[in-house]
């Protein structure tokens, strides 16, 4: 089957803006032309297409990909690389979990160091918002048990 980039976008849920990207970046190779210089595309292409999409979606960055790519092109398997790139994916995915996982501790500090405090203080050291820059101290108040947040400000002045 031919299709045009158009069609080609519908089968592969890519945008035409993101395939002519991939050419541009040499993942794709360069269309065939009809005679009025449109985009043709075979069934390969779509196949291409959809490995790339999916290898994106699992955060395959675009130099891996190319190199993949231009391996498949050689006639050589890329399966191990494609290994490589998984565990180092899977490795990636570990580490922003870490990090969201201390965000999120960190988030529910604050919020527990907030809700001991007025919405609408006179006093601005017991402000909820001004715990954003004081970040540091609440922290450190949390980790020493120490939830009074006026007995605080004289253990950690800012």
């Avoid at 290898?55 to 130099?63: D, S």
Wanted: hydrophobic share 40%; charged share 30%.
């Amino acid at each position: 089957m031919v299709f045009n980039i158009g069609g080609l976008a519908r089968a592969t849920g890519v945008s035409t803006k993101t395939i002519r990207f991939y050419e541009a970046s040499g993942l794709m190779p360069p269309a065939q032309r009809a005679e009025n210089g449109y985009r043709r595309y075979a069934d390969r292409d779509v196949e291409r297409l959809r490995f790339i999409r999916s290898a994106r979606a699992l955060g395959f960055p675009i130099g891996d990909l190319t190199e993949i790519m231009a391996m498949r092109d050689r006639g050589q398997e890329p399966c191990r690389q494609v290994m490589e790139r998984l565990i180092s994916s899977v490795d990636d995915v570990d580490e922003r979990i870490r990090n969201l996982q201390m965000l999120q501790r960190e988030l529910k500090q604050l919020l527990a160091a907030a809700q001991a405090l007025p919405l609408d203080p006179d006093d601005r050291e017991a402000c909820v918002c001004d715990l954003i820059t004081q970040k540091p101290r609440i922290l450190a108040l949390s980790a020493h048990g120490l939830s009074d947040q006026k007995k605080a400000v004289n253990l950690f002045p800012m």
